[in-house]
């Protein structure tokens, strides 16, 4: 089962926030939508699930168009920072509806996860606090079972341990049942260790669509004392370059040396994706 978006346009007054974007979500992988601030990733994620309508372009799932396709729809859960249900409905009767709506929705399962989170059932949903409103929405999307994933921002407001909880289930989840997880997130180095593909916008336009690993081939990490580094990296291309007192941290294009070859006092490292996505959002578009 594959989500395929081909030449898909949208504009919000004198904004464009996609540009003729062409990219395909294919079966049960996880993918990172990375992207600044406006560089039209809920609206992707809107489009796909026909929350608002693109100008132009077509969105498919297995070669059937998603427009006003409700038996396609069902297939997705999308978690985004708006609500959409009635102000007056509490927890419990949103799952009930959600159970309704997903085929596949795992009710047992949900009911542990309210508990594990201790999420208040009676309680309405506007009246939850940010972290608590996030955690009702991902209690919904790993119980839907949905063959897809949209995680728009998913761990908005919660501490660092609901954060770890909920990437850990996410994985646990995804390893018991199979399915498309695409993250759409600000916290690159979180979810570094659990993304497969990249998928990389800026300015409404798809940058980068690659698996991670072959993303970051193309350099490595050098660390130690300044002078050592700037030693080192004379003559090459720096990607990323940050100091903290007489350390510094640089990111390199190429292969990494051997171990025979690395000079004595600095520590070589694969590349880190944030490093590399703050370095291209830097970049002007080739």
Known sequence: ????????????????????????????????????????????????????????????????????NESALSQIYMLSEANYYPEDMNVKDALYWASRF????????????????????????????????????IVIALASNAPFLLLDEPVLGLDAGHRDMFYKLLIERYSENPCTIVISTHLIAEVAKIIEHCVIIKDGRIIK?????????????????????????????VIY????????????????????????????SKLNLQEYFINLMNEEVQ
């Open 241 to 268: 370059s940050g100091s903290l007192g007489g350390l510094k941290t640089v990111s390199v294009s190429g292969a990494m040396p051997n171990a025979g070859d690395r000079p004595e006092g600095l520590e070589f």
């Open 209 to 237: 669509d690659v698996p991670c690993e072959d993303l970051l081939a193309g350099g490595y990490t050098v660390s130690g004392s300044a002078a050592l580094v700037d030693e080192y990296v004379q003559g090459k291309k």
């Open 102 to 137: 997903y085929p596949d929705f795992d009710s047992n399962y949900a009911k542990d996860l309210t508990n594990r989170f201790q999420l208040p059932l009676k309680k309405k949903i506007n009246a939850l606090s940010t972290g608590y409103e996030t955690i009702f929405k």
């Open 1 to 68: 089962m594959t989500i395929k978006i081909d030449n898909v346009s949208k504009r919000f007054g004198q904004t464009q926030a996609l540009n003729n974007v062409s990219v395909q979500f294919g079966e049960q992988k996880i993918y990172g939508l990375l992207g600044n601030n406006g560089a039209g990733k809920t609206t992707l994620f809107n489009v796909i699930t026909n929350r608002i309508f693109a100008e132009n372009g077509v969105v498919s799932m297995d070669g059937q168009v998603m427009l006003d």
